[in-house]
């Protein structure tokens, strides 16, 4: 079976973990500290704060920047469903936006027909590795006085515009879930150029903690912390945190090696009038944390039955990216909303195996298996 995705992880990794347990700092440690440095250098913000995932960061940019009940975020259906939790989470309401087809990304013509005066924030995603147009939802925001976030749960490594994601925003949330390009098993980041969220950001992470545990251990002094005010059980361990780093450490080229793979996807499937491929535009650079392809209606396979032939042949594949508006969990409260974009592209896109290491061979043969299966005459004349 070639999988859809899977960890680029070596023996690196694990000596460091293994290195990391014998120092007994397993928690919120120097490792910790030394990830957040890292990952704020590598995207060029001035401030990273390590938590346990890309939900809980998510849920804290949440919190900073005042978003609470009564009020609107306006974000995309097409993203998976933790993005609208988030704002569920501290009472607020999603409002879904469309997305454009050629991008998977929020539209911005959209979101502004959707702002009213309940609207606090815009959350936009980088939806598969593949940056939306910052500069033009930050126009947005300043233009109503709204705050922008950023769900870069897929995009670490990808750039906007000369400039890596992480540094564009105020807020801007990372994820290292083993689908993602780089992972710590779980966990993730959120980096900020704002001193006063950064130091409120690590606050709320560990229960509103005034004096963390890695300080007080190296303190020459007695301190006594305070809990000023209620926080969460956010951390990131040190285990993981150490894995991290040497993950970022290979992030650029495993990048190259992903975006080598994309180019050989590219090149093979150009000549199929009825699909239509990632777009990527001048000045953006997607890390390609996922490749999706997306069947026109004059493709003869639907997308279904493109899925269960290629899992036949031992090729591992994902229907297109969930809509969170027609999720159960959604779809009762979202009352008569339609996205018919965002609703297209997810049933009639597939995405197809992209990891790293990704040899020749297995490259070949999902190139060789879809086009078999979506062009059956024209394999079979040959």
Not at 147 to 155: G, P, V
Not at 245 to 264: G, H, S, T, Y
Not at 268 to 284: H, T, W
Not at 289 to 316: F, P, T, W
Request: aromatic fraction near 8%; glycine fraction near 6%.
């Amino acid at each position: 079976m070639i999988p859809i995705a899977k960890p680029y992880l070596t023996e690196e990794e694990a000596q460091a973990a293994y290195d990391t347990i014998l120092t007994g700092w397993i928690t919120q440690g120097p490792k910790v500290q030394e990830f957040e440095e890292k990952f704020a250098a590598y995207t060029g913000a001035k401030y990273a704060v390590a938590v346990s995932n890309c939900t809980t960061a998510l849920h804290l940019a949440m919190i900073v920047t005042g978003v609470g009940p009564g009020d609107e975020v306006i974000c995309p259906s097409m993203s998976y469903i933790a993005t609208a939790n988030a704002i569920k989470y501290v009472g607020a309401t999603p409002i879904f936006a469309e997305v454009q087809p050629e991008t998977y990304n929020i539209d911005p013509l959209d979101v502004e027909k959707r702002i009213t005066d309940k609207t606090k924030a815009i959350l936009i995603v980088h939806q598969v590795g593949m940056p939306a147009d910052i500069d033009v939802f930050q126009e947005l925001c300043d233009k109503y006085g709204l705050k922008l976030i950023e769900d870069a749960a897929c995009a670490a490594g990808s750039a906007y515009k000369g400039k890596k994601i992480g540094s564009h925003s105020e807020l801007v949330c990372f994820s290292f879930h083993p689908r993602k390009v780089i992972s710590t098993g779980d966990g993730g980041m959120i980096t900020t150029n704002r001193e006063d969220y950064y130091n409120r950001l690590k606050l709320l992470r560990q229960h509103g903690m005034s004096v963390n545990d890695r300080v007080r251990h190296e303190a020459n002094k007695v301190i006594f912390e305070d809990h000023v005010e209620v926080g969460y059980n956010y951390r990131m361990t040190d285990i993981q945190a150490a894995v991290g780093i040497k993950q970022l450490e290979k992030l650029d080229w495993i990048v190259i090696e992903r975006r080598k793979i994309a180019a050989a996807y590219q090149e093979a499937f150009k000549s199929l009038d009825f699909v239509r491929l990632p777009l990527e535009k001048e000045g953006y650079y997607s890390n390609y944390q996922s490749y999706s392809i997306y069947l026109k209606r004059s493709c003869q396979v639907g997308r279904n039955e493109l899925m269960q032939e290629l899992l036949d042949k031992g090729i591992a594949s994902r229907r297109g990216i969930m809509t969170a508006h027609r999720e159960t969990a959604y779809k009762d409260k979202c009352g008569v909303l339609s996205l018919p974009v965002s609703e297209d592209l997810q049933d009639k896109s597939v995405i197809i195996p992209l990891y790293v290491p990704m040899d020749e061979e297995k490259i070949k043969y999902v190139i060789e298996s879809f086009r078999s299966i979506v062009t059956p005459e024209t394999i079979t004349a040959h």
